[in-house]
Every structure is written in structure tokens, then in C-alpha cells.
């Protein structure tokens, strides 16, 4: 029996989002259906609710970073029972037999089906993410949360933020004897912030804003540079090891290609709208410098990730809204006045 669960969602590009029923199927013998307690809000949320991405499928209801309990499990499911804390990120399927599913890889499989605005049998055709109650999700993409309960809402940005910056450290390595830049202080930043610090790296924070240097050395920065002062970003020159840029708007690379030091790399994480200016080759020539790109993280690095914030007690900085908050939350996401991330209490929904 499928069942009827309240949701939050938008019918058009330029409709706000109001209160919608949604169903969910009933749990398959893989399936794992789980009650959301809560749901971080993404810029990849807005965006695709908003259309500014190609192929918004409505209703459209966003949502990756999300957190539950189990309430039910299919006959095949092991490793799940109902009661457990568990989360759900930003992929709900998979081919399951390529050479990225077959590495766990499952963000670079080319049949990758996001939680949201993905395909899927269900109804009504496409996937309807974490700004409702209740989903219903393949195990093999469900995930073991071990923080305390009282964490639980600090967890969900994990899903898609703390992932998203994990992937890219663990992948170059950063580890003690490094020098790490994270780029940007938004949701993404303040993880890699975080996650760099804990990995031992020493941690170097760039952001244009003076005002928020006190915040950056709080979350662990080591230093903080404003990169628009010419003379700060020059103290740094050809030192650094790796760079995670977490900045969407278009920008010069070429100003943090040149912090680099010789065979390191600059890996970016954050999409914009439009391309940012072409880096100068020869920032990359000289020193045999990389720069790259690096798309959230596959569903055993999500678990690893998730781990190793429960045991060194990471979670996000949040800011708890209701439903019916979620339209001026992304007017001030785009203003950046949010320390770090907004997370719905999914028992709003239903009021
Ligand atoms: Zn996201
Ligand atoms: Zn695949």
C-alpha cells in the first residue's frame, strides 16, 4: 500500500512553495521507509526548484540532507530495522553495475537518480526529495547514522555539504604536514573548514568579507586571508598544498592557482550559473599544478564520512526554520546571511 505524506514543494518556476500531499510507495523487499525528522536546505534546492537548472520537473519537492528514523523495512533488507537513526543523501538510485557503482562510486555512475527531480516509476514520475515526512528508499542508499539523537538536525547537512567537501580532502589526501585552503565560508566552507582541521591538516580560510574571520578561526581555520587584499594573498604564495574552492559564482581561479605550491591542486566543488574566466595556462604549466572538479561522494564514502564526524562529534552549524520559513530562508541564503545551514523541523509540515 502506498501511503500519503505532508510535503512542501513548488507547482511552477515562479510559484512559491506551499504545502502539498505527496505519496510514497509501499516498501519493496530492498526498501527502507523512513519517518524525516529533519531536512537541510541546499542551493542546489533552490535552484532546481526555481528552474534555473534545465529540466525542473512539477511538482517539484527539493531536499537531500535528510535524517530519520526507520518505520518499516522490507523482507530482503539487512543492517535496518525500524527505530534506527538513519539518513538519505543526495543519490536514491543507481545502475548498480557499472564501473562507478562496481568502485562505489555511485555519484559518477551515469544513471545516478537524485533524490529529487530524478527518474523513477513512483509516482508521479520523477523523485520528490527530504521536505516531506516520509520516503521510502533503496538500503543500499540509506545510511547508518551513529551521533546522539540530540545532533540529529546538525547531522542532516552532512548528506550533501559534508560530503561534498569530505570526498575532494580524502581523495588528494590532506592530512597532517598539509597546507589546506578552503575557499568560500557559506555551507560548503564551514564543513571543509572542519573536515580539514580534523583530518590535521593546517588550515588556511580565504573569504572577501573582513567581517567573517572571526567566524572562520571559531570553525578551525588556522589563518584566515580576505582575498581581496592583494598583500594578504601574496603572504601566501606557492605554499599550498590543496585547495578546496567552494565558491559558485563566477570568479578569477587564477588569483588561488598561484597559492599553490608545485604538483598541488585546486579542486572545485561549487557549480555556477556561468563560467568563470578562463585560468591563465601558465599558472598551471609552471608548477605542474591541477585543477579539478569533484561531485558529492559515493554512498561507502557517505557512511565512512558520517562515521568519522560521530566519533570526532562533527556536525553543522544550523539554523532550525519551519515550512513555512523556507521561501525567506532562500532569500537569505542569496544574501549569505545564514550561519551555516538552514534545516527544516519536517514536523512543521504537517501543521
Ligand atoms: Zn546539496
Ligand atoms: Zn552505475
Request: aromatic share 6%.
Amino acid at each position: 500500500m502506498t501511503t500519503t505524506s505532508h510535503a512542501y514543494g513548488a507547482q511552477g518556476a515562479d510559484q512559491a512553495l506551499a504545502p502539498l500531499r505527496i505519496t510514497r510507495r509501499a516498501p519493496g523487499a530492498h526498501d527502507v521507509q523512513i519517518a524525516i525528522a529533519y531536512c537541510g536546505v541546499c542551493h542546489s534546492d533552490l535552484h532546481q526548484v526555481r528552474a534555473e537548472w534545465a529540466g525542473t520537473l512539477y511538482p517539484c519537492v527539493p531536499g537531500h540532507e535528510i535524517v530519520g528514523r526507520v518505520t518499516a523495512v522490507g523482507a530482503q533488507v539487512s543492517g535496518f530495522a525500524p527505530g534506527d537513526l538513519v539518513g538519505v543523501g543526495c543519490i536514491v538510485d543507481s545502475c548498480r553495475h557499472c564501473a562507478e557503482c562496481e568502485d562505489g562510486l555511485e555519484n559518477y555512475c551515469n544513471h545516478m537518480v537524485g533524490t529529487y527531480n530524478g527518474p523513477t516509476p513512483d509516482a508521479p514520475g520523477h523523485t520528490l526529495g527530504g521536505y516531506s515526512q516520509q520516503i521510502v528508499v533503496h538500503q543500499r542508499y540509506v545510511l547508518r547514522v551513529r551521533h546522539p539523537e540530540a545532533q540529529l538536525a546538525a547531522v542532516a547537512p552532512l548528506l550533501c555539504a559534508g560530503i561534498t567537501t569530505y570526498s575532494p580532502l580524502r581523495h588528494w589526501k590532506v592530512g597532517p604536514g598539509h597546507k589546506v585552503g578552503v575557499v568560500g565560508i557559506g555551507g560548503l566552507g564551514h564543513m571543509g573548514i572542519k573536515l580539514a582541521r580534523a583530518m590535521g591538516a593546517q588550515v588556511v580560510a580565504f573569504t572577501t568579507s573582513p567581517s567573517k574571520r572571526d567566524a572562520a578561526l571559531a570553525l578551525g581555520a588556522h589563518e584566515v586571508v580576505v582575498s581581496r587584499n592583494r598583500e594578504e594573498m601574496k603572504a601566501h604564495a606557492q605554499s599550498l598544498d590543496f585547495i578546496l574552492n567552494t565558491v559558485a559564482a563566477p570568479h578569477e581561479l587564477d588569483a588561488f592557482l598561484a597559492l599553490l605550491r608545485r604538483d598541488g591542486t585546486m579542486a572545485l566543488v561549487g557549480a555556477p550559473a556561468t563560467p568563470h574566466p578562463s585560468p591563465n595556462v601558465f599558472n598551471l604549466i609552471m608548477k605542474r599544478r591541477s585543477l579539478a572538479g569533484s561531485l558529492i561522494g559515493g554512498i561507502a564514502e557517505t557512511q565512512e564520512m558520517l562515521d568519522f564526524c560521530a566519533e570526532r562529534s562533527i556536525v553543522a552549524d544550523i539554523e532550525m526554520i519551519r515550512a513555512d520559513q523556507i521561501d525567506d530562508a532562500y532569500e537569505r541564503m542569496l544574501t549569505g546571511d545564514v550561519k551555516y545551514r538552514f534545516v527544516i523541523d519536517c514536523a512543521s509540515l504537517g501543521q
